[in-house]
């Protein structure tokens, strides 16, 4: 009953068998090797993008700080949201890898902080760069989609902020830590999702939806890719027994796994969520992808986390009124059974 984030299951065995089979002979390091040539033709076919430029890391801060440090100065800002993992979650990396940029915050509508809306963008953005040399100047857009709410953007509203970032000329970056659960959530293509809504670099996840730890930043415009590769290197984060990251990537664009396995942990989601609304449980908002925040009595978290259950609260302490209901976060990947979720409800009910 592992609900704590969806780094927390299984790798698919077609990772590891694409493990095994890189494990023969010798190749090339630090991203020479074949697999890499083919992980880049994929992504450029699966993005409908020839020009790209593909680069592998192991974490997903990495992707995130390494893309922003390649379109931001020093002393220029990251505009994103108050929930935004680069934000909340990266203990400063992107200060720290852009040598020092900072970041605004962009409000999103009260009560949904992970959404930035296209008028606040534009005048969170219109405030800067008013102080000429005093203050910071304007840097990229990050957006995250899935958002860290586990909520979606449309491609109208992606369309609409880039639109935004587009009138300031800043470079737009996509935190896709969870790409393929937004992608097949929209049933649109990557193209659609990424360049031809104005993003200019992604951070595609692999992680979260089933690799060992590998991540892909892909620049839509390979302009910015040799400064990207000195960055990642400067930064210690170019591997150099590369093909081991290159087959997994190449496992997960295979055969569609990556969409599978998204497809698979929204699907997850959407039975435990059917499950919490039987239980009555209040959610905080509609799940949309594979991540659930919902209310249910300190008692019930106790029974819970007593049998075993695994997942953050997020408001609040265990301690206090057993009756009173207290939010959590549920987290479905691709691997969680049927079984472990009946189980959980039981419990609940
Ligand atoms: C998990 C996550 C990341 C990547 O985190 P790492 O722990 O560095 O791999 C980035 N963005 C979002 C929104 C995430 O949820």
Same mark, same amino acid.
């Given at each position: 009953?592992?609900?704590?984030s969806?780094?927390?299951?299984?790798?698919?065995?077609?990772?590891?068998?694409?493990?095994?089979?890189?494990?023969?002979?010798?190749?090339?390091?630090?991203?020479a090797?074949?697999?890499?040539?083919?992980?880049?033709?994929?992504?450029?076919?699966?993005?409908?993008?020839?020009?790209?430029?593909?680069?592998?890391?192991?974490?997903?801060?990495?992707?995130?700080?390494?893309?922003?440090?390649?379109?931001? #100065?020093p002393? $220029?800002?990251i505009?994103?949201?108050?929930? &935004?993992?680069?934000? =909340?979650?990266?203990?400063? @990396?992107? +200060? *720290?890898?852009?040598?020092?940029?900072?970041?605004?915050?962009?409000?999103?509508?009260?009560?949904?902080?992970?959404?930035?809306?296209?008028?606040?963008?534009?005048?969170?953005?219109?405030?800067?760069?008013?102080?000429?040399?005093?203050?910071?100047?304007?840097?990229?857009v990050?957006?995250? #989609?899935?958002? $860290?709410?586990?909520?979606?953007?449309?491609? &109208?509203?992606?369309q =609409?902020?880039?639109?935004? @970032?587009? +009138? *300031?000329?800043?470079?737009v970056h996509?935190?896709?830590a969870r790409?393929?659960?937004?992608?097949?959530?929209?049933e649109?293509?990557?193209?659609?999702?990424?360049?031809?809504?104005?993003?200019?670099?992604?951070?595609?996840?692999?992680?979260k939806?089933?690799?060992?730890?590998?991540?892909?930043?892909?620049?839509?415009?390979?302009?910015?890719?040799?400064?990207?590769?000195?960055r990642?290197?400067?930064?210690?984060?170019?591997?150099?027994?590369?093909?081991?990251?290159?087959?997994?990537?190449?496992?997960?664009?295979?055969?569609?796994?990556?969409?599978?396995?998204?497809?698979?942990?929204?699907?997850?989601?959407?039975?435990?969520?059917?499950g919490?609304?039987r239980?009555?449980?209040?959610?905080?908002?509609e799940?949309q992808?594979?991540?659930?925040?919902?209310?249910?009595?300190?008692?019930?978290?106790?029974?819970?986390?007593?049998?075993?259950?695994?997942?953050?609260?997020?408001?609040?302490?265990?301690d206090?009124?057993?009756?009173?209901?207290?939010?959590?976060?549920?987290?479905?990947?691709?691997?969680?059974s049927?079984?472990?979720?009946?189980?959980?409800l039981?419990?609940?009910?």
């Amino acid at each position: 009953m592992f609900f704590a984030s969806d780094n927390s299951g299984p790798v698919p065995p077609q990772v590891l068998a694409a493990l095994t089979e890189a494990n023969t002979g010798y190749a090339m390091g630090y991203g020479a090797d074949a697999e890499m040539v083919e992980v880049t033709k994929r992504v450029r076919e699966i993005f409908e993008a020839p020009e790209a430029a593909v680069h592998l890391v192991a974490t997903g801060t990495a992707a995130n700080v390494l893309a922003l440090a390649t379109l931001c #100065q020093p002393f $220029e800002t990251i505009f994103c949201t108050p929930t &935004a993992h680069i934000h =909340e979650d990266e203990c400063n @990396a992107p +200060e *720290f890898y852009t040598g020092g940029a900072k970041l605004t915050l962009v409000p999103g509508l009260p009560g949904f902080d992970d959404k930035m809306t296209a008028a606040n963008l534009r005048a969170t953005i219109a405030k800067e760069e008013t102080r000429g040399v005093h203050g910071p100047q304007r840097g990229p857009v990050s957006i995250t #989609q899935v958002t $860290e709410r586990g909520t979606i953007y449309s491609l &109208a509203e992606l369309q =609409e902020l880039t639109t935004v @970032a587009k +009138e *300031f000329n800043l470079p737009v970056h996509m935190d896709g830590a969870r790409f393929a659960n937004a992608l097949v959530a929209l049933e649109c293509s990557p193209a659609e999702m990424t360049w031809k809504s104005g993003i200019d670099a992604l951070s595609f996840g692999g992680t979260k939806n089933g690799l060992m730890g590998v991540e892909a930043v892909i620049f839509f415009d390979p302009k910015k890719a040799w400064e990207f590769e000195l960055r990642r290197k400067r930064g210690g984060h170019l591997f150099s027994k590369h093909r081991y990251l290159s087959a997994q990537m190449l496992a997960y664009l295979t055969d569609d796994l990556w969409r599978d396995n998204a497809r698979k942990a929204n699907e997850n989601c959407a039975y435990l969520a059917e499950g919490l609304r039987r239980a009555d449980a209040p959610f905080l908002h509609e799940p949309q992808a594979n991540m659930i925040f919902a209310a249910l009595p300190r008692a019930t978290h106790q029974r819970l986390f007593e049998a075993g259950a695994a997942y953050h609260l997020w408001d609040g302490p265990l301690d206090g009124d057993p009756n009173e209901k207290i939010a959590a976060r549920f987290v479905c990947d691709w691997a969680i059974s049927r079984d472990q979720m009946d189980h959980f409800l039981a419990l609940i009910a």
